[in-house]
């Protein structure tokens, strides 16, 4: 019992942190709040299926083409949409939300549910691991997780690009002197929370059907690991991520499965009373004091 | 030496004279200012009891949703900008169902009641994100509704999936679309003049800058209350009164239509201008009636109109409009072309 | 019991230590001048005493009472007042509803004192601070008042808000000699009226003119303390003015 706490805290923390890390890259560099990241995760996966499916083409073939066109869908809602609204932050909000409740009702207009939309696991069987039985997707699952991270970490740590990154994220203006085109960075940090997004929806989504709720999930998820971790904060999100992962192991466990759904927003709003500016967030004092 | 054209707008000289000197000296200057206040005054009032039965229904579900919207623009213009109005909406009318359900008490105590109720627990669960700003309240906002969904989903309170059925209905609908009416005119009068008064200040000074109150000796959690418990209250007369109008209450009050649907209404008709919402919410109330045969697909046309007044009318309808009635608008010869600056 | 006394404050920001561990005091009816190059800690000084940070450590003793840590409105309310260096009005309103924000506080109500409309009370204080009463300039909204006229509105807000203990925050910086020169005599004023006033300011001619006593901080250390004619003589302090050692 105690293991399978364990192992199963585990997987469930790196799903949440893989979905939470798309959302949270976007936002600590271009200050954008990709509020259409459910729809993108729901997207990524339906792409993924019919490519599989409806058009018989391989799966990583499929997979990967699903992944592309969901990167350049944010680097066009950026181009298209956000450029037009920069420095507001609102509209920015309205607009990206406004996209993702476009995506997921339509999906759900056109009628996407059921045990059909369903993408199959990458391998069966599964694996003995301290004692406990997980299905080789979710270890598929936990190694993509920890080497996206990794590369992540190289990225924008060890590259010319990550530099230019983290220049934009800490000064927008200063970064324009010394010639990083902000606009550049930010369409290509929206490109990249999209691909982090498609990414973890084919490697998550075999796990279960493919569904517009599910969508929305994903969303209060994110945000919820990103609230709780500090919204540009990296170390914050996995931090967080273990947190509610293990929670909710737990009281599913032990307490009961339906109160699974009320651990993040138990979390969430704690976490918000003692530390407005969540765990890690990079306390602006200032403003999180008034 | 080229010669290109620009558009000039000039002030017409009606409303120069009455923007600075209440002074009005003919029926036409009168007419001028009063139509426009007058039109959906009398309009509305016209149009709720001439209009067939069927669109009665829609009427009361517009006057509601301008509610809805009032209290979203109410709210953003203390710098409380929410994406989750349907929290409100739902609180307030799972407290009047449950008043009226569970403890049985007539429509005329469970409204009220639930309205209270409502607007005590919406402060109380907000409050928690006060200490947010801007983007960051906004996103809690909009997540907070959608796991209490979720709570009522796999807890299975308040009959769950099912809802709560058979609430007692009102007596009848001419009442419900008087009842309606009174209520939106009474939240728009009394945000306008909430607002415009010295105390309202505090509140839109709230958003200027939050710091600049604190430094006035004000606590800046105090009043932010204060915004939620007025805005959250209003939304949850809402919700209150439309469980009553449909006698049943589901998880649906939690769905994102119901925050969407204020928002749209606020920036196509203008954020910031009370006026705005309500004019959106008259536009996109029938809109969405018209469009229920499309089933899912009207949420869709929503926030697709959202997305498209956002970018490319930011101000609003209102404000345009409102542009277009007081300036002339013409095109002039501008010699030597429009200079850089 | 000296009337204001900080001990030890100290804040960091991450790695930065912006005060390091500064004590100093006030007297009753004093104008302490605190002086220091950039990035030397002042702003971050007067934030930790008016409640807009809280210190890691030490006290901050108001009138015998510890108000460290405290909310800014409480403090405000006790009767410290401050202006910020990045001026902070209220856009959307008109220059005197600016004043009426204030007017709202506890401590107006406690204080008594304002008796009438709060509109009037709100332009009479305007008024006394330089703006023309029978111009338009004080019904303009903020958004479009030139900065002179936003750092009068808020010098008087604290007025307003009749405080004892005022930390104006770099008053001076990006006004005219002239205005200046106007504004000079009401910070007089309002010592002879009793009122104790922190200064920080980079105009160190005009300063030393009217402070008491000069502080000054360099790295978030305090490194002088004096009369302002000790302190133009101290050589450490041109040091860090200047980094030469003189
Ligand atoms: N909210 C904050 N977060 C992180 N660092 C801060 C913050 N506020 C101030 N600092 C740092 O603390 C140090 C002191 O800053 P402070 O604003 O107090 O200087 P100052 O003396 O007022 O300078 P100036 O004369 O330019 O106004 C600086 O190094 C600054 O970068
Ligand atoms: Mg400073």
Same mark, same amino acid.
């Given at each position: 019992m105690l293991l399978s706490v364990l192992v199963y805290g585990f997987i469930n923390s790196v799903i949440l942190a893989m979905v939470a890390l798309g959302f949270s890259i976007t936002f600590g560099i271009?200050?954008?709040?990709?509020?259409?990241h459910g729809g993108f995760y729901i997207l990524g996966g339906i792409f993924t299926w019919y490519g599989l499916?409806?058009?018989?083409?391989?799966y990583f073939l499929s997979a990967g083409l699903s992944i592309i066109i969901i990167g350049a869908l944010g680097a066009l809602m950026y181009k298209v949409i956000l450029i037009r609204l920069r420095g507001l932050e609102l509209s920015e909000v309205i607009a990206t939300l406004s996209l993702g409740i476009v995506i997921l009702e339509l999906l759900r207009g056109l009628g996407?549910?059921?045990?059909?939309?369903r993408n199959p696991v990458f391998m069966d069987g599964s694996v003995d691991i301290l004692g406990v039985g997980v299905g080789i997707q979710r270890i598929i699952i936990v190694c993509a997780g920890a080497l996206l991270l990794i590369l992540l970490h190289f990225f924008v740590h060890h590259t010319k690009m990550g530099l230019a990154f983290r220049g934009v994220a800490q000064q927008e203006h200063t970064a324009l002197s010394v010639g990083i085109n902000p606009d550049l960075v930010s369409m290509l940090s929206l490109a990249m929370g999209s691909v982090m997004c498609a990414l973890s929806a084919v490697l998550i989504l075999p796990l279960g059907v493919i569904s517009v709720d599910e969508g929305y999930d994903i969303l209060i998820k994110a945000l919820a690991v990103c609230i709780i971790g500090g919204l540009e904060s990296t170390l914050g999100v996995l931090v967080a991520a273990f947190i509610i992962g293990y929670i909710e192991v737990l009281t599913s466990m032990y307490?009961?499965?339906?109160?699974t759904s009320v651990v993040p927003l138990a979390c969430m709003l704690g976490i918000l009373l003692v530390r407005p500016s969540g765990?890690?967030?990079?306390?602006k004092e200032i403003e999180e004091r008034v | 030496m080229s010669t290109e054209r620009r558009k000039e707008r000039i002030d017409r000289p009606i409303k120069a004279v009455t923007d600075d000197i209440f002074c009005l000296s003919s029926i036409r200057e009168i007419a001028y200012l009063v139509i426009p206040r007058m039109l959906p005054v009398v309009g509305l009032l016209l149009l709720a009891f001439l209009v067939p039965p069927y669109w009665r229904k829609v009427m009361v579900i517009t006057f509601v949703m301008g509610m809805m919207a009032l209290s979203w623009d109410f709210m953003a213009s203390c710098g409380?900008?929410?994406?989750?109005?349907a929290l409100f909406f739902a609180l307030g009318a799972y407290s009047a169902g449950a008043a009226n359900h569970?403890?049985?008490?007539?429509i005329y105590l469970s409204i009220p009641l639930g309205t209270l109720i409502g607007a005590v627990i919406s402060t109380a669960c907000i409050y928690p994100t006060l200490g947010l700003r801007g983007i960051y309240f906004s996103v809690v906002t909009l997540i907070i509704p959608l796991m209490l969904m979720r709570v009522v989903e796999t807890t299975?309170?308040?009959?769950?999936?099912?809802g709560i059925t058979g609430l007692s209905p009102f007596p009848g609908i001419i009442v419900t679309i008087a009842l309606s009416m009174i209520a939106l005119w009474i939240t728009f009068f009394g945000l306008r003049r909430l607002i415009d008064s010295d105390y309202g200040h505090i509140f839109v000074a709230l958003k200027d800058n939050d710091r600049a109150v604190e430094a006035s000796g004000l606590s800046i959690r105090w009043f932010k209350v204060q915004a939620i418990f007025i805005g959250s209250g209003i939304c949850c007369f809402c919700g209150a009164f439309m469980t009553h109008y449909y006698m049943s209450i589901g998880?649906?009050?939690?769905?994102?239509d119901l925050s969407i649907f204020p928002i749209a209404a606020s920036v196509v008709g203008g954020m910031g201008t009370l006026v705005g919402p309500l004019l959106g919410a008259i536009i996109l109330g029938p809109l969405s009636e018209a469009l229920r045969a499309f089933g899912s697909f009207r949420v869709v046309i929503y926030a697709a109109l959202l997305g498209t007044f956002i970018v490319m009318?930011?101000?609003?309808?209102f404000p345009y409009l409102a542009r277009k009635y007081q300036q002339i608008e013409r095109w002039v010869e501008a010699p030597g072309g429009i200079s850089e600056d | 019991m000296e009337y204001l006394k900080i001990e030890n404050l100290r804040k960091t920001f991450g790695g930065v230590v912006?005060?390091?561990n500064i004590s100093f005091e006030v007297e009753q009816g004093a104008l302490l001048g605190i002086i220091g190059p950039n990035g030397s800690g002042k702003t971050t000084t007067v934030n930790l005493i008016t409640g807009f940070l809280t210190p890691d450590s030490g006290k901050v003793m108001f009138k015998g009472r510890?108000?460290?840590?405290? #909310?800014a409105s409480k403090i405000t309310n006790l009767g410290i007042g401050r202006t910020f260096q990045m001026v902070k009005p209220?856009? #959307?309103?008109?220059a005197f509803k600016n004043l009426v924000v204030p007017l709202f506080s506890p401590r107006v109500k406690r204080m008594g004192g304002h008796y009438g409309e709060k509109d009037t009370l709100a332009l009479d204080i305007l008024e006394d601070i330089?703006?023309? #009463?029978?111009?338009a300039v004080p019904y303009?909204?903020?958004?479009?008042?030139p900065h002179g006229y936003l750092k009068r509105l808020e010098m008087a807000r604290v007025i307003a808000l009749q405080s004892e203990l005022i930390v104006f925050d770099e008053?001076?910086?990006?006004?005219?000699l002239a205005e200046v020169a106007s504004i000079s005599p009401m910070i007089e004023k309002l010592i002879e009226a009793g009122k104790t006033i922190i200064m920080v300011e980079h105009r160190l001619k005009e300063l030393f003119k009217i402070a008491h006593r000069v502080m000054v901080l360099d790295q978030g250390k305090k490194i002088a303390e004096g009369s302002p004619r000790e302190i133009m003589k101290q050589p450490s302090v041109k040091k860090a003015y200047l980094g030469v050692e003189l």
């Open positions: 271009s200050r954008v709040a990709n509020f259409s499916i409806k058009l018989g083409m391989p996407v549910f059921g045990y059909e939309f307490i009961s499965s339906a109160l765990i890690f967030g990079k306390s | 409380l900008t929410s994406l989750g109005q569970y403890l049985g008490l007539p299975g309170i308040f009959g769950g999936t099912e998880m649906s009050a939690f769905a994102v009318l930011p101000e609003g309808l | 912006a005060v390091d510890d108000i460290a840590g405290l #909310r209220f856009y #959307r309103l008109p330089g703006f023309e #009463r029978d111009s303009k909204p903020a958004s479009i008042l008053l001076y910086s990006g006004l005219t």
